[in-house]
T-cell receptor, first 116, second 113 residues
Framework: ETGVTQTPRHLVMGMTNKKSLKCEQH?????MYWYKQSAKKPLELMFV???????ENNSVPSRFSPECPNSSHLFLHLHTLQPEDSALYLC???????????????FGPGTRLTVL | AQSVTQLDSHVSVSEGTPVLLRCNYS??????LFWYVQHPNKGLQLLLK??????LVKGINGFEAEFKKSETSFHLTKPSAHMSDAAEYFC???????????FGKGTRLSVIA
């Protein structure tokens, strides 16, 4: 596989469920990102990992918990979500996370999450 | 602080006619600017990137954009639209310091046969 892959592509969960989103990049990059894309709103950066270390947490509620075991994999663990968390969750990677985000980011296809 | 404004939320063109998607930015630094495209149920794909080299940037699929500092604009153009160009387009400006990328709200391009 090439580029950035995400699984699952679609997920429906209840508010009491626990689930995880997975992202894998095959580009040899050192930085990985989680974004939330809601209808009618700009992309919202959630988390940034650079060389496996979290460097950005954009005031994300604790019901979202990221994990980056190595530079190629990124997870987003979900628990007790709310219906307003329904969105497309996009993963991206770049060579490394530099100031201002100037390095080109490459995106995965996203996971469409629906919270009932 | 950096900001980006996509002036049109929706643009509709006929197949074979030119495409113009407008983007204005605000930056207190010399910015990097990007255009991404998102087809339905897909992730964002990079079309092109400006990094203070040539002001006219050529991208994939026949798209190009011109950086105009005096107008703080970075409009995306294509001479002739194809049906496959129908998608959502995002203009993005780099942040500064610890500020990450700033995304526009997107412009939906429709192409009419």
């Amino acid at each position: 596989e090439t580029g950035v892959t995400q699984t699952p592509r679609h997920l429906v969960m209840g508010m009491t469920n626990k689930k995880s989103l997975k992202c894998e990049q095959h580009l040899g990059h050192n930085a990985m990102y989680w974004y939330k894309q809601s209808a009618k709103k700009p992309l919202e950066l959630m988390f940034v990992y650079n060389f496996k270390e979290q460097t950005e947490n954009n005031s994300v509620p604790s019901r979202f918990s990221p994990e980056c075991p190595n530079s190629s994999h990124l997870f987003l663990h979900l628990h007790t979500l709310q219906p307003e968390d329904s969105a497309l969750y996009l993963c991206a990677s770049s060579q490394e996370a530099v100031a201002g985000g100037r390095n080109t980011q490459y995106f995965g296809p996203g996971t469409r999450l629906t919270v009932l | 602080a950096q900001s980006v404004t996509q002036l049109d939320s929706h643009v509709s063109v006929s197949e074979g006619t030119p495409v113009l998607l407008r983007c204005n930015y605000s930056s207190s630094y010399s910015p990097s600017l990007f255009w991404y495209v998102q087809h339905p149920n897909k992730g964002l794909q990079l079309l092109l990137k400006y990094t203070s080299a040539a002001t006219l940037v050529k991208g994939i699929n026949g798209f190009e954009a011109e950086f105009k500092k005096s107008e703080t604009s970075f409009h995306l153009t294509k001479p002739s639209a194809h049906m496959s160009d129908a998608a959502e387009y995002f203009c993005v400006v780099s942040g500064s310091g610890n500020t990450p990328l700033v995304f526009g709200k997107g412009t939906r391009l429709s192409v009419i046969a």
